[in-house]
């Protein structure tokens, strides 16, 4: 969907990702591009990811290291046909 724009930590987003039921997930992995703002707070400024209400990994964002890019994988027995819903 492009950027998205998280501005405090009551911000966030959820994203559906759709899986047939004709396909057996054996791996999966997120990649996450992130720009992080220079005023953040690094000791209270964390990004974290969940599938299916699961939380998969939390990462503390640095003013210092602005961009940068995570990858996170997916336990294939989270991932259900169907929506699955990325937070």
């Known amino acids: 969907p492009g950027a998205v724009r998280l501005v405090d930590q009551n ?3 959820d994203f559906s990702i759709p899986v047939s039921a004709r396909i057996a997930v054996q ?4 990649s996450i ?3 992080s703002s220079l005023a953040l707070n690094p000791q209270t400024s964390v990004l974290s990811v969940l599938f299916n ?3 998969l990994g939390q990462v503390r964002l640095n003013a210092n290291t602005p ?4 990858r996170v994988p ?3 027995n ?4 169907g929506f699955n819903k990325l937070t």
Do not use: F, K
């Open 33 to 35: 591009r992130i720009t």
């Open 67 to 70: 961009t940068s890019t995570i």
């Open 53 to 55: 209400g699961t939380t």
């Open 11 to 13: 911000t966030g987003i």
């Open 27 to 30: 791996a999966a992995t997120l």
């Open 74 to 76: 997916v336990p294939p």
């Open 78 to 81: 989270l991932i259900t046909p």
